[in-house]
């Protein structure tokens, strides 16, 4: 297996803090470490009546599929590596699917996302487009996806890895690494990162916050409000002793 970087334990804690976090706050913070773009772009919620998830990866990867393996009885030998990757899903993992960013065919469909609903999977994921999307709207579980077609997976898609770093959208993700969805869509966190940005990420959205309650009322951008100077931030630090003494 390709070397991969090493799998810290994440604290439970931390993941939850993801929760109250924006994609857009964490492309920031990452971009401020120098991870310039960690966003799966083209892809889009499914279920919109979700608000996202967070989750650890893991991992499929497909090659283009080849007329002589990938037939409908190989969906019935106990080889069949998408079967496998759905029944080995850990509660709160994020099934990532390297689809090659090609729509021409189903990455999945309502059974499997349906079985990873059951193993506790935060998410399913895929840089292709799924089948029966009606079906998929209303699963409660986050999929996200660029497409849907009702082309079966074999037309186009041989499943050749599980829990390998991948591509999806453009994005290295390594097993383990923590994903972060909301309305908007996903993005990818280095595992080892994860830790390191959570604080400086609850600190921008809270002041995001307030800062949107400023222009709200009517404030111009341009004089200090945002980005903030170090007067507003002072403004803001007051704002928030302020509200804490109230609550």
């Not at 971009?31 to 608000?51: C, E, H, K, M």
């Not at 007329?67 to 080995?88: A, F, K």
């Not at 995001?208 to 309650?213: K, W």
Request: hydrophobic share 40%.
């Amino acid at each position: 297996m390709p070397e991969q970087p090493h799998q810290i334990p994440l604290d439970q804690a931390v993941l939850e803090k993801f929760r109250r976090i924006s994609t857009a706050t964490l492309a920031t913070r990452l971009f401020a470490i120098g991870l310039r773009q960690q966003y799966l772009v083209g892809l889009r919620p499914l279920n919109t009546s979700l608000d996202g998830f967070v989750g650890e990866a893991h991992t499929m990867r497909f090659i283009p599929a080849r007329e002589d393996i990938d037939t409908l009885d190989s969906l019935h030998g106990p080889e069949n590596l998408q079967w496998i990757g759905v029944e080995s899903l850990q509660p709160g993992q994020v099934l990532v699917i390297d689809s090659r960013s090609d729509i021409s065919a189903a990455s999945a469909g309502d059974m499997l996302v349906t079985r990873a609903l059951h193993k506790g999977a935060a998410a399913v994921v895929t840089d292709g487009a799924f089948r029966d999307g009606h079906v998929l709207e209303g699963i409660p579980l986050p999929t996200y996806s660029r497409a849907i077609t009702a082309t079966t997976r074999l037309s186009s898609f041989h499943v050749a890895d599980l829990q390998v770093p991948i591509g999806c959208a453009g994005v290295a993700v390594y097993p383990g690494d923590v994903l972060v969805g909301d309305r908007d869509g996903v993005i990818v966190i280095p595992r080892h990162v994860a830790p390191q940005i959570i604080d400086d990420c609850v600190d921008q959205e809270e002041l995001e916050a307030y800062l949107h309650l400023r222009v709200h009322n009517g404030e111009p951008l341009i004089g200090g409000v945002y980005p903030p100077n170090d007067a507003t931030k002072a403004q803001f630090r007051a704002w928030k002793a302020e509200q804490g003494a109230i609550a």
